[in-house]
């Protein structure tokens, strides 16, 4: 591969054409990132690649714009690329962004939705099919959605969709793709396990793991601040009261405490939503809007949005715990700090947590400031005498 991309500085370099420029233009999309810069030639060359590059890099628009031009340029009503998300909210966003960049009618495929109304959606020949594995499965299987045209498949978030949750349901959905079909699979974080497991599903692929820009630790600056289970609430409710962040993402592991936490913090008058996996279609989609849009700029969420979302202005990532898996970590705090800029991620710990945060500082090779709130402000723990003095 070449690794010289000094000389490149716009999208036509990479052999992208003018309509799709001017989509991008028009997004005040001028520049593409390393990623795109080293993925887009390969996936033009219809070759299979499987990618990784830290959050907010822009890993979608360098699968998306090749795969489009490609599905444009050979003239075929009939030919489709499908692409599988592993959450209603990256799906949604995936077919959103398709849809700005092309007149080529996409779609999108995701269970608690009318199965039938999804079939009327299909009887329109959407080129571009964007879903989770089961409910595309389930097209499949009523013979609704034809595999013999796909060109493409690709895999957003594939660590997630080959966990153990769903592993068996997307290894069954790529069975049913033309051998011939090209593969792409792209994360943050790829593992070797995941790596392997992906080699053996496809033959010649392409790898491009670009080496890490330290997203992590040099634009997110990361804060600890200490609290018993008990107090974890009210401590979340004071910081925002003292910070006032302009958009703030609260994230807790477990899904049943995200309507605790939310109905808390509107009994303190502090405007939130709520997210989680068992949310109405309706209501998610309302909230992520309502935050995207600023309306409401405080969401609560258990992991379900930590994957993949691009939601800009994120100035605050807020974990009232930590995750088992730590790439959960990486992927939470990487929902702020996008596209060049800089974002805060927060801690609110016991000991136990703040144990398990200095074991990933030092995996991580972060620089992690404890913090404490004292009189409506959050201060350095060490200024707490002289801001008496004051």
Avoid: W
Wanted: hydrophobic share 40%; proline share 3%.
């Amino acid at each position: 591969m070449n690794e010289n991309t000094e000389a490149i500085k716009d999208f036509s370099s990479l052999g992208i054409n003018g309509n799709l420029i001017i989509a991008l233009n028009k997004l005040n999309i001028s520049q593409p990132s390393l990623i795109q810069q080293k993925t887009i030639p390969e996936v033009l060359q219809k070759k299979n690649v499987i990618f990784e590059s830290e959050t907010g890099t822009g890993k979608t628009y360098a699968y998306l714009l090749p795969l489009i031009q490609n599905l444009e340029k050979s003239g075929s009503q009939e030919d489709k690329i499908l692409i599988l998300a592993p959450t209603y909210e990256l799906a949604s966003q995936i077919k959103t962004t398709a849809s700005q960049i092309t007149g080529l009618k996409a779609s999108l495929f995701i269970g608690g939705t009318p199965i039938k109304r999804q079939i009327e959606v299909l009887k329109e020949k959407p080129q571009i099919i964007i879903g989770n594995p089961s409910r595309l499965l389930e097209l499949i299987h009523l013979k609704k959605l034809k595999t013999q045209s796909i060109k493409a498949l690709v895999l957003d978030e594939v660590d997630r969709l080959i966990s153990v949750e769903i592993a068996e349901e997307t290894k069954m959905l790529i069975s049913n793709i033309p051998c011939d079909s090209q593969f792409i699979a792209c994360s943050a974080t790829l593992n070797q396990n995941t790596k392997n497991t992906l080699n053996r599903l496809f033959s010649n692929v392409e790898e491009v793991i670009l080496p890490k820009e330290d997203i992590l630790s040099k634009k997110i600056s990361h804060y600890a601040i200490f609290a018993e289970i008990r107090d974890k609430i009210s401590t979340l409710k004071n910081f925002i009261l003292a910070e006032n962040p302009e958009k703030a993402l609260v994230f807790t592991s477990r899904a049943d405490q995200v309507e605790n936490i939310a109905q808390k913090l509107k009994y303190k008058k502090v405007d939130c939503m709520a997210l989680h996996a068992k949310t109405d279609k309706k209501e998610r989609k309302a909230a992520i809007d309502q935050f995207r849009n600023g309306k409401c700029r405080i969401l609560v969420t258990s992991d379900l949005a930590s994957r993949g979302l691009d939601i800009q202005g994120v100035t605050h990532i807020i974990q009232m715990d930590l995750p088992s898996n730590e790439d959960f970590f990486v992927h939470r705090s990487g929902r702020t700090a996008r596209a060049g800029k800089t974002g805060i991620n927060v801690v609110i710990g016991d000991e136990y947590e703040m144990r398990k945060y200095a074991a990933l500082e030092k995996k991580f090779s972060l620089v992690v400031y404890p913090k404490m709130l004292y009189k409506g402000k959050l201060v350095n723990p060490g200024d707490v005498q002289g801001f008496d003095e004051k």
